[in-house]
């Protein structure tokens, strides 16, 4: 079956529902069974309506309209006309993808609302939405901050995907797959370049070296200007520097057989992160310990209260030194019952930064960094094949993580003055805070091993059913250790009598109420046995429904960011240590049609998903060592819609639009940390928006901070309930400079609507939503010239990418505000 698709900018953009899998044995990613997906990305090249794309989302090469799960396929043209060169941008694309980050390694990736907790990075857990780039799983998510490098198209998964892959994710899965090695000649040069210094380019080249041998080199580079001024540096930050190297070698010594060795290295290395000022809310502490009185204490104003002068003055330097990179084999190997394919990959992380997590121009904590470094190594097997009326692919995966990192936390000369109590003398001695530093040695070993398989039987020619199943067992081993020392090196440490009265002297508790020491090991291990079951009807040729159930589970983890200690003792509570799997149920049902001999695509599709023990990030406000850890939510869920609309009525005009209304919320969460509003308070409950609904001290009042808030109801973070991306491009023939070709006019849009920002909801941290435009204007021809001019964010719209709630419980909110108006040009040249 061929399948009319929407061109846009040269790529093609498909979030689909599904209908009856064609039985075909499993494709590599871009091997020649795939390579109709490759027709669709130049618009008006003399490309046929049947040109069809081919999807390996489901491990097998399928048409993606064939696909019964609820899939976006963005083609990598299309990645390379909108700008979107990396996860974070392509969410403007994929309206249910979320994704948030403060910088690469403290960055969150979620589908529908669900996948990581939004906050800082645990190295714990796991994420929910598995990120696989040519068969290979990446476990650290700050893998999906890189540049897209020599990218054929990615398809976006939405729902638990457990039986089809490797590793297991809850959430859904971003399946990226490069460009191949072939034996064509052939290569690629795309040069760009805007205001704020901007200059990215791409280039590769594809060659036979034999009848059995071919090569692919790969690179890209990305800069770009910083779009903050720190007026203490007098430099410009929050800047890009991306460095992508990858090569590929494929070995086909006879037919139905080839491997594939690869091996890739990623470079960033900006002046990078930090959040700007943007409001100070009140909290119920003493009005001479929040931000406003603390600041006036040290003659203190931040360069500006309008987050969008984009301006700093933080005084810490600023790094975000990040590498990643790795070598993998992939084996295929077409047998009489099946194709057999082999991915052996080694991957390495190293993360070195440099932060300022006071967000002000005061020395209060002059170091807080986590330097951390990461090797995985996995091994998955799969078959498959079909026999009569049933296909299958059955798996196996192992999976080992070795994670190291040597944590540092430093106080400054401002620290006494801000974060003692001002009726303590000690307040006014910058001594005893300045120079206290603790040192954390944290290590983790993540061990995960799995069989899994999925069948499609047709009961007739046109309904199926396709059972899947997941065995699966998870080990975690974490050593958590943290040294606090004085400025002037001694060791600070709680100390007691026989009869448990506290010799330390007043000096002391003041040190071990902002940094203090702890040191404690846990494990981790549980197997887990889950499943689902697709039902898909093709009603007719062009209208095909689907419905799924699937049970699934996230694995359950360690707490590596310290934990909740007892307040005289400093013993830590290791019942906290561990978390509990999550536990999922998922339910869905969709629709696909084509209408006017398929020049017009509408897909719904209806989800929900109930979890159980849901894996939540709590922050207490605290400078101190714990910034914030893991707890379990009894119950979250989250339901919605979503459709997908396209017309092309001709090869001259096409357009779309893709929406998605997304409800998620806590069920049941009952010991959930408090908002900043209720800092030094009474405990009590909120509403859906993070509003008390009981009576409270006045803002000023001192009062006992509450553990714990019940925040049943409100609503999870990180997801807007609704989102749409949409455009357009019309096109004219025309002759230029003696090159026949196209004169075209592209926009794409997307619109969030507000969401929460922070773990419980706070009226202080709630994103107000927002839309951007981008537009393109060029001039492409038949033989592989493409060159346009292009502007993002076209009207300059202010928003923010994310706020958080700055340390300390003073009503401090920061932001990352989101891309200014970027505008360039680019060349592109195949051939």
Known sequence: MTLRVLLLGGAAILPLAAATPAFAAETAPATDAAAPADQTTSVGTGQSDNDTIVVTARRRAETAQDVPLAISVVGGDHIDATGAFNVGRLQQLTPTLQFTSSNPRNTSVNIRGLGAPLGLTNDGIEQGVGIYVDDVYMARVASSTFDFLDVKQIEVLRGPQGTLYGKNTTAGAINITSRQPSFDTEGRVELSGGNYGFFQGKAAVNTPLSDTVAVRLAGSYTRRNGTIYNVTSKL????????????????????????????????????CCTQLYVRVGATQRPLNRQYEALAAAQNYAVPSTNPFDRVTDVDSPLRAKNKIGGVSLRAKIDTGIGTITSVTAWRFWDWDPSNDRDFTGLPITSKSNNPSQQNQYSQELRLSGETGKLGYTLGAFGFYQKITTQGIQQQGAAASRWLIAPSNALSRDPSVLNGLTANNDISFKNTSAAIFGKFTYKLTDTFSIQPGFRVNYDKKEGNYNSVVTDGAGNLVVFEFDSAGRTLNSARERAQLAVL?????????SDWNFSGDVTAAWDVTRDIHLYATYAKSFKTGGINLNGVPADAVTGVPLLDLATIKPESVNHYEVGIKTQWFDRKVTFNLSAFRTDIGNYQAQVSNFAVGLIRGYLANADKARSLGVEFDASFRPSERFNVYGNGAYTDAKFVKFTNAPCPPELSGGTAQPLDANGVPTGPTAAPGTPGISPAQCDISGSRLPGVSKWAFSYGAEGNVPVTLLGKEGQVYLGFDGSYRSSWSSNASPSAYTNVDGYALSNFRLGFRTDSGIDVFGWVRNAFDVNYFDQLAVAPGSTGLIVGNVGDPRTFGGTVKLTF
């Open 516 to 524: 203090a020491p702890q040191s404690f090991k846990a494990n981790f």
């Open 236 to 271: 410009d930050v929050n800047a890009q520097d991306n460095l992508g190297l990858r090569g590929q070698i494929l070995w086909k010594p006879s037919n139905g057989v080839e491997f594939t060795l690869a091996g890739d290295f990623s470079r960033q290395n900006p002046a």
